[in-house]
């Protein structure tokens, strides 16, 4: 694609984004900018590469045509955010013993809603394809996995770059990994209701996405 129209394209989609989102881009380049400026070359390079991922879920939703609720998007983003900058930069980790706990909660109940949508729309949104309970299992393992990797994550960039992520190392990759647990069991249960009557927590959010995207969930029958 040419450039003018790349560009072109990238404003629509900045128009039609949530306000929260546009406002951390803002801030964003903002920090970018001031961290050139006053030679704190860390903060623009976090600030340049959490921007970079900000971008990503747009990126993954025009690349497979998938519809992305706008409150997910904005939720994906806000996360995004919340970790690589305010936690990093901004020292909210240490500041706020509860910001750590809220990330990975907030987070693992995302990703346990996003292991449900993914197995149900393997199964083109047949409710009957696989006992509820197994759907949900499947999102639990997922979110749990992805809890696993980002504490990965976390230890290699502390060997490598000599951050702080871990804070305390095990005891705080423990503690992560239990909150993860609770977040993704959450999410998990919540897919499983939803299967299982067509009410639950999360339900408007879930309906959404499947409505919107009905051509990958060609079985699904609503109740």
Not at 50 to 65: D, E
């Amino acid at each position: 694609m040419p450039l003018k129209d790349t560009l072109r394209y990238w404003l629509v989609k900045a128009r039609k984004q949530p306000l929260v989102m546009k406002l951390v881009w803002v801030a964003l380049l903002g920090e970018f900018v001031a961290g050139l400026v006053t030679a704190r070359y860390t903060s623009s390079f976090i600030a340049l590469g959490t921007f970079g991922l900000t971008l990503m879920p747009i990126l993954f939703a025009r690349r497979f045509h998938i519809y992305i609720p706008r409150s997910f998007m904005a939720g994906i983003v806000l996360f995004i955010f919340a970790t690589l900058f305010l936690g990093e930069v901004g020292d909210f980790y240490n500041r706020y013993w509860w910001w750590d706990v809220v990330l990975h909660g907030g987070s693992a109940v995302g990703f346990g809603l996003v292991g449900f949508v993914a197995i149900f729309m393997l199964f083109q949104g047949d409710r009957y394809a696989a006992p509820p309970w197994a759907m949900g299992l499947f999102a639990f393992a997922f979110a749990m996995s992805i809890g696993a990797i980002w504490e990965i994550f976390e230890y290699s960039m502390d060997q490598i770059f000599g951050t702080n992520m871990q804070k305390s190392g095990l005891q705080d990759t423990m503690w992560d990994l239990i909150v993860d647990a609770g977040g993704g069991l959450v999410g998990a249960i919540s897919g499983a209701i939803y299967v299982r009557w067509g009410r639950a927590p999360f339900a408007g959010l879930l309906r959404d996405f499947i409505t919107r995207n009905s051509r990958l969930f060609g079985k699904y029958r609503s109740k």
